[in-house]
């Protein structure tokens, strides 16, 4: 038995699980919506009449509507886990209706028609927002660099509403340095953590002592602000903003915006979330939109001019990767993922 074989065998393996999932999902969705009141607002659309799609990080999202109108998204996932991610997204949008966040999002969020568990399976109701995802118009240059002027607007405004200066904290430094540093740590092949050790531990004290001391600018980030989760109507004008599962109270400002810049240049390119930090580290070349945007956010955060950009970086990375091993696992140890996104920017510091 070769090994290209069982790879296979565990290929065909996994889409039979997938499927059977699938149709399991499906069998839950209707049972979930039976049991919810107003029937109107609760009939699967009938153009769609199965789960839309199924997410990287196992979610299961069917429309719900009337007619050929959308008027909800049902999002499902199986497990505990799921269960938590559902009723952080779920606190986190009611959170977004009080002060002093909520004249910000006004008509940008979607709101929660109902939450919680059967059998196994959460789920979460929200009603429908207009607009297209924006990953989809990024192969129009003139769109994309309208999404992301306004994309950035909208986040600046947005953190505004809460925003406060602040000393760094023990606590702060242990979330946003120490934390994800282990994490990607333990992500690394035993080989490379011994020959890596000297790099991560000149890392934690290059950014602790450009935070230590600090007054920082903090305020309410959506997170997770990639264009996948930025709604835009034709010309790339923001209409919506969704999944709100990693919204924090109090966060920098930078953190949303190099997402939002980074993950774009990611789908347009077809890279990795690594190879593009390693290329904004070593000559970042941005666009006026970017630039605009980097500036604005630099000059709220405390942490100095957009020029020193590494530090802000490396804060943003040490994120992404923290979040990814607890949202896809599985990818996440991947040699080839941990290679690209996390090897190959320690190699480069």
């Known amino acids: 038995m070769t090994a290209s074989y069982v790879r296979r065998a565990a290929r065909v393996a996994r889409r039979v699980q997938l499927s059977a999932l699938a149709v399991l999902a499906r069998r839950r969705a209707r049972s979930i919506l039976e049991r919810l009141p107003n029937p109107s607002q609760t009939r699967p659309h009938p153009s769609e009449p199965w789960l839309v799609t199924r997410t990287r990080s196992g979610m299961y999202i069917a429309a719900v509507g009337s007619g050929t109108r959308v008027d909800a998204y049902l999002k499902m996932g199986r497990g505990k886990t799921a269960e938590r991610k559902l009723a952080r997204e779920a606190s986190a949008i ?4 009080e002060e002093p966040t909520a004249a910000a999002v006004s008509g940008f969020a979607p709101s929660v028609l109902a939450d919680g568990s059967a059998h196994g399976w959460g789920f979460l109701l929200l009603s429908a927002l207009p607009g297209t995802p924006g990953d989809r118009l990024l192969g129009d240059e ?6 992301l002027r ?16 602040k000393s760094a904290s023990p606590d702060d430094l242990d979330e946003w340095v120490r934390r994800p540093l282990s994490v990607a740590e333990e992500l690394l092949p035993t080989r490379e953590r011994h020959a890596r050790a000297q790099r991560l531990s000149s890392l934690e004290d290059e950014l602790r002592g450009a935070l230590d001391g600090k007054t920082l600018g903090l305020g309410p980030i959506h997170g997770d602000y990639w264009p996948s989760n930025i709604l835009v109507d034709p010309v790339g004008h923001v209409i919506g903003v969704i999944d709100w599962d990693s919204f924090e109270r109090r966060s920098l400002l930078l953190q949303d915006i190099l997402h939002l810049l980074i993950y774009t240049r990611k789908l347009v390119r077809r890279s990795e979330l690594g190879t593009e930090v390693v290329a904004a ?9 970017e630039t605009t945007a980097l500036s604005a956010a630099a000059a709220r955060d405390g942490l100095g001019s957009i020029d020193v950009l590494r530090p802000r970086l490396l804060l943003y990375w040490l994120r992404q990767v923290a979040l990814n091993a607890e949202r896809q696992p599985r990818q996440t140890r991947r040699r080839d993922w941990v290679r690209t996104n996390v090897v190959e920017v320690l190699a480069c510091l």
């Open 94 to 97: 009611a959170s977004l209706g």
């Open 142 to 147: 003139a769109v994309r660099a309208t999404l």
């Open 150 to 165: 306004e994309a950035a607007r909208f986040s600046t405004a947005f953190h505004a509403r809460g925003w406060a200066s």
């Open 281 to 289: 580290l070593d000559r970042p070349a941005w666009t006026s939109e």
